[in-house]
């Protein structure tokens, strides 16, 4: 199988803290991963492109200082919102490539947040 | 314009109707057309991956993708309560991962 996780499938945090979200590839090694959010009744968005040991490509309109990827193994990628604000709430969603076609990409549970 | 437009539904169908669902695009350089299974609190799940025009069937899904009038749609045949999910579509022009441009996604119920 192919079985990607993230932890937690949710939080709730205060407007200005820091918030880490992890992206598991449990059963294959992934050398990309990709960061998507989707707010209520919209699409997909993709935010970034993650590749292991090297910086994250981000998607044109997603600041990269305020949401940092770390793709530290092949297995693992984060994606912190640092200084959280309301209009960060969304539904944030990985996936994790295990071969090169879009049709070995697998994707996460997906971790809802909400910023109050 | 959006690049990709699906019907949010949500759409309701009696246990084995056939169902169908679809997406229209605008950017005519897309190649690569997929759909996605998403269930609650879950992920999305590949069910159908298509290159360029045609049909593809799998089991009680198939897919068909009409270039020229830039439609692709997806047909569930004998419907299944487990068939209950929200169904995405996307599509890119390449074969990698990067640049998926999705749907907004069709909520389904099959109704037993």
């Known amino acids: 199988g192919a079985v990607v996780s993230q932890h937690p499938s949710w939080v709730i945090c205060k407007s200005g803290t820091s918030v880490k979200i992890e992206c598991r590839s449990l059963d294959f090694q992934a050398t990309t991963m990709f960061w998507y959010r989707q707010f209520p009744k919209q699409s997909l968005m993709l935010m970034a492109t993650?590749?292991?040991?090297?910086?994250?490509?981000?998607e044109q309109g997603v600041e990269k200082d305020k949401f940092l990827i770390n793709h530290a193994s092949l297995t693992l990628s984060t994606l912190t919102v640092t200084s959280a604000h309301p209009e960060d709430s969304s539904f944030y969603i990985c996936?994790?490539?295990?071969?090169?076609?879009?049709?070995?990409?697998?994707f996460g549970p997906g971790t809802r947040l909400l910023v109050l | 314009q959006k690049e990709v437009e699906q019907d949010p539904g949500p759409l309701s169908v009696p246990e084995g109707a056939i169902v169908s669902l679809n997406c229209t695009y605008s950017?005519?350089?897309?190649?690569?057309f997929m759909w996605y299974r998403q269930y609650s609190r879950k992920g999305p799940e590949l069910l159908m991956y298509t290159y360029s025009s045609g049909n593809k069937e799998d089991g009680r899904f198939t897919a068909q993708v009409d270039k020229s009038s830039k439609y692709i749609s997806l047909f569930i045949r004998d419907s299944q309560p487990s068939d209950s999910a929200t169904y995405l579509c996307a599509m890119s022009e390449g074969g990698g991962a990067n640049n998926l441009f999705f749907g907004t996604g069709t909520r389904l119920t099959v109704i037993p």
């Open positions: 950017n005519s350089a897309f190649q690569y």
């Open positions: 993650s590749n292991e040991g090297s910086k994250a490509t981000y």
């Open positions: 996936s994790a490539q295990k071969g090169l076609l879009q049709e070995t990409q697998y």
